[in-house]
């Protein structure tokens, strides 16, 4: 298995970047999906994520309204659309899938039994 991220970079404050992350070896479909981002230091935070047949949907609090998780089945990938970026967006952001949960919530910030991790890719926002 493995989930490859792309579409980070540097960018200024108040542009957009779209987040990729494609899967070989799974179906997304098959599970939940989240976004996650860390800032060295610090722990991961779940930022945005989907139980499986998108029936629930998470955002963490300071991306609520601007950032945008999706799954596309026809070519196994999920996005992550990055609107209005703020320099506190900078981290490096994985994604991760794991069994459908019972509490969505719960599962996006503790990230308790995630089957699988992407190796991540780096954005930078500069103010």
């Known amino acids: 298995v493995q989930l490859v991220e792309s579409g980070g970079g540097s960018v200024d404050t108040g542009a957009s970047l779209t987040l990729s992350c494609h899967a070989s070896?799974?179906?997304?479909?098959?599970?939940?999906v989240g976004w996650f981002r860390q800032v060295p230091g610090y722990g991961r935070d779940g930022i945005a994520c989907l139980s499986v047949s998108d029936k629930d949907l998470y955002y963490r609090e300071s991306v609520e309204g601007r950032f945008t998780i999706s799954r596309d089945s026809a070519s196994n990938t999920i996005y992550l659309q990055m609107n209005n970026l703020k320099p506190e967006d900078t981290a490096t952001y994985y994604c991760?899938?794991?069994?459908?949960?019972?509490?969505?919530?719960?599962?996006?910030?503790?990230?308790?039994?995630?089957?699988?991790w992407g190796t991540g890719t780096p954005v930078s926002v500069s103010s």
């Open positions: 991760g899938v794991g069994p459908d949960p019972l509490v969505l919530t719960v599962w996006c910030m503790t990230q308790i039994a995630m089957d699988y």
């Open positions: 070896g799974l179906t997304f479909d098959d599970y939940a």
